[in-house]
C-alpha cells in the first residue's frame, strides 16, 4: 500500500512547527467552520450511565433521519436500506469487500481519492483507470473509452461526486452516461457523494440514486463529515436498495461489531440542524473558492481549473516534480516565519508521470489565511531553486 500523499508529508511539517515556523495547512479537507451547536450540545447532555455497543448497523433512530434526509434530495430509501459505517472510508471498504472478489477489476477516474486505492489493495481488487485532465476540467472521458477498459473480470464503477480531488462536478449527461454503461454491463456503481451539498455556480447536483433503472447496482457513499464540519466523529453511511449487498455489509459489520456510539448521538443530532447551518456553510465556501482561485490567477505560470464543487483545487505549477516543491517548501523555505503545505497530486494518480507538476488544495482557510497562504506559495516559487 503506498503512503497517503495527504498525510505522508506530516512530519516534516511537525519538523518546521517545532522550528518555530507557521503552516498554511491546503493539504488536508479539514474543515475549520463550526460543528453545528446541537452537535456539541449533544455530547455535552449525554443522559446515558453506560456507553453501550449500538447495533452493527446502527442506530435505527439515526438510519430514520439519514432516509429522511434523502427524501429531501427526492430519494426514498428505508432504514433497512442503510447501514451506518465508522466513515465513508468504511462504507468504501466494505463495498469493495462484499461486492467484489480478489481479482476482480474496478473502473474509476484519475486523479482519484487516494484512499481508494489502499481499499481496493486491501480487497485485492485491480483498478483500471480512466484519465482525466486539467485542461478540460477533469470531465468525464467518452463512453467509448469506458468500455475499452471493461473485461469479463470488471465488477463496478467508482465516481466521487462532486469530485475529490478535483473539484469536478458531473453533469446530468455525465451521469446518464454512467448509468447507461452500468446498466448495460451489469456493473455495480460506488458513488461516493460526501461533498453532494458542495455545489456551485448555480449548478446542478446529480445523484446516482436518481436513476431508479439501476437502484439495485447502485451503493451510494454518504458521510457527516464535511456536511456537518465533524470529521473526528467517524459515522458515514452505506445506502443501497440491493439487500444482498446489505446483507453482506451487514456480517462485515458485525466482525467490527458496531460503529461509534458518540459519533451516532453526534450525527443525529446534527440531522435536527436548521437548513440555514448548510446554507451558511456553502457560502462560506462559495467565498473561499473565489478567494483562492483569484489569488492563483495572479502568480505567473500556475493553472487551475475552476471547482464546481467539493472544497478543493488540483493546481499546476511551473515545476518539475510537484512533490520534491512541496518538500522543500517545508523542510527548507520560509518567509516572515511562514510557510504553505499542500498535497502532491502524483499520489492521487496512478499511471506513473501523471500530475508530477499538479498539488491538490484544500480551501478549508478563512479568507485571510487563504490569501495568506498563496501568498506564500508565490514566494516560494520566486526562490524555488528549480522552478520550472
Not at 447551518?277 to 483562492?292: C, H, P
Request: negative net charge; proline residues 5%.
Amino acid at each position: 500500500m503506498a503512503s497517503s500523499p495527504i498525510r505522508k508529508l506530516t512530519p516534516l511539517a511537525d519538523r518546521a512547527k517545532s522550528n518555530g515556523i507557521k503552516i498554511y495547512h491546503l493539504n488536508i479537507g479539514q474543515p475549520d467552520i463550526r460543528t453545528p451547536q446541537k452537535a456539541l450540545d449533544s455530547l455535552k447532555n449525554i443522559d446515558r450511565t453506560v456507553l453501550e455497543y449500538s447495533p452493527s448497523q446502527g442506530f435505527l433512530s439515526l438510519r430514520k433521519k439519514i432516509a429522511a434526509y434523502y427524501g429531501r434530495y427526492g430519494m426514498e430509501f428505508s432504514p433497512d436500506d442503510i447501514t451506518v459505517t465508522s466513515g465513508a472510508s468504511e462504507a468504501v471498504l466494505f463495498s469493495f469487500l462484499t461486492c467484489m472478489d480478489p481479482g476482480d477489476e474496478l473502473i474509476t477516474t484519475e486523479p482519484t481519492y487516494a484512499n481508494y486505492l489502499a481499499f481496493a489493495d486491501v480487497a485485492g481488487v485491480k483498478v483500471r483507470t480512466l484519465k482525466t485532465h486539467i485542461e478540460n476540467g477533469f470531465a468525464l472521458p467518452e463512453v467509448e473509452h469506458f468500455e475499452e477498459l471493461i473485461t469479463d473480470r470488471t465488477k463496478a464503477v467508482l465516481i466521487c461526486n462532486p469530485n475529490n480531488p478535483s473539484g469536478t462536478l458531473y453533469s446530468e449527461k455525465e451521469m446518464r452516461m454512467i448509468a447507461d454503461i452500468v446498466k448495460k454491463h451489469d456493473l455495480y456503481l460506488f458513488s461516493d457523494e460526501v461533498y453532494r451539498e458542495f455545489v456551485y455556480d448555480g449548478l446542478e447536483f446529480i445523484s446516482a440514486g436518481h436513476f431508479p433503472e439501476i437502484a439495485d447496482n447502485v451503493v451510494l457513499i454518504d458521510s457527516f463529515s464535511k456536511r456537518y464540519s465533524e470529521c473526528g466523529i467517524r459515522v458515514g453511511a452505506l445506502i443501497t436498495k440491493n439487500r444482498s449487498i446489505t446483507s453482506g455489509v451487514l456480517k462485515l459489520c458485525q466482525a467490527r461489531l458496531s460503529p461509534p456510539l458518540l459519533g451516532q448521538i453526534v450525527a443525529e443530532a446534527s440531522c435536527d440542524e436548521s437548513p440555514e447551518y448548510l446554507e451558511n456553510v456553502i457560502t462560506e465556501y462559495d467565498r473561499r473558492r473565489r478567494v483562492l482561485i483569484d489569488a492563483l490567477s495572479k502568480i505567473p505560470g500556475v493553472k487551475a481549473t475552476v471547482p464546481h464543487g467539493a472544497f478543493y483545487a488540483m493546481v499546476a505549477l511551473p515545476v518539475d516534480d510537484a512533490e520534491k516543491f512541496c518538500i522543500w517548501c517545508l523542510s527548507e523555505f520560509q518567509y516572515e516565519g511562514e510557510s504553505v503545505m499542500m498535497a502532491p497530486a502524483n499520489g492521487f494518480y496512478i499511471t506513473p508521470g501523471l500530475g508530477t507538476n499538479e498539488v491538490r488544495m484544500a480551501y478549508v482557510l478563512n479568507s485571510e489565511d487563504l490569501k495568506r497562504a498563496v501568498f506564500l506559495l508565490g514566494k516560494a516559487l520566486e526562490q524555488y531553486p528549480w522552478r520550472k
